[in-house]
T-cell receptor
Framework: GEDVEQSLFLSVREGDSSVINCTYT??????LYWYKQEPGAGLQLLTY?????DMKQDQRLTVLLNKKDKHLSLRIADTQTGDSAIYFC?????????????FGAGTRLAVHP | NAGVTQTPKFQVLKTGQSMTLQCAQD?????MYWYRQDPGMGLRLIYY???????DKGEVPNGYNVSRLNKREFSLRLESAAPSQTSVYFC??????????FGQGTRLTVV
């Protein structure tokens, strides 16, 4: 995931908002994704955003995309202990009718009382 | 609906041994992927298959081979395991350009 960068760790208090940031390098990426990984489990898609959008909101999740700066963020409102996990940013690079996902290193979110 | 199924879930190999990781999906997806996950490095793409009958190298293909046996199955083979291949391996499938679905992972230790 060397082309997609994230900070490795974030600690927040329960009830506060969490903001996880990501930068990517391929300006032609069509889709950008946020995945969540709980301990011992595979990755689950949280949300995604098309590259022609600036913002997407889905319940407690807000995704902001700044194409000029190639910056993507995920805001989790009212963070709960169940949100503790590793969050991966990923960009979709496609050609010839298929895509492959390139992931960042993941941000470990710790939620404390 | 099983989604993406990987076997085995855990494996310990001695250096130089070979093994095949199996992956099957029941969602009729065209694209399938193998990733490895290492601490602090996220997921790195080993190989992918855009469609049945095609495979391509990802970021870290050395030491691995793959077979897209049919549309459902995509296997990853280690011919001569090395300690550097100790990792958690994930298989995924997707239908362009939507989300990728991941298996539960195979935790491999090479001693």
């Amino acid at each position: 995931g060397e082309d997609v960068e994230q900070s490795l760790f974030l600690s927040v208090r329960e009830g506060d908002s969490s903001v996880i940031n990501c930068t990517y390098t391929d300006s032609s990426s069509t889709y950008l994704y946020w995945y969540k990984q709980e301990p011992g489990a595979g990755l689950q898609l949280l949300t995604y955003i098309f590259s022609n959008m600036d913002m997407k909101q889905d319940q407690r999740l807000t995704v902001l995309l700044n194409k000029k700066d190639k910056h993507l963020s995920l805001r989790i409102a009212d963070t709960q202990t169940g949100d503790s996990a590793i969050y991966f940013c990923a960009e979709s690079r496609g050609s010839g009718g298929y895509n492959k996902l390139i992931f960042g290193a993941g941000t470990r979110l710790a939620v404390h009382p | 609906n099983a989604g993406v199924t990987q076997t085995p879930k855990f494996q310990v190999l001695k250096t130089g041994q070979s093994m095949t990781l199996q992956c099957a999906q029941d969602m009729n997806h065209n694209s399938m992927y193998w990733y490895r996950q290492d601490p602090g490095m996220g997921l790195r793409l080993i190989y992918y298959s855009a469609s049945e009958g095609t495979t391509d190298k990802g970021e870290v293909p050395n030491g691995y081979n793959v077979s897209r046996l049919n549309k459902r199955e995509f296997s990853l083979r280690l011919e001569s395991a090395a300690p550097s291949q100790t990792s958690v391996y994930f298989c995924a499938s997707s239908e362009v350009p939507a989300e990728a679905f991941f298996g539960q992972g195979t935790r491999l230790t090479v001693v």
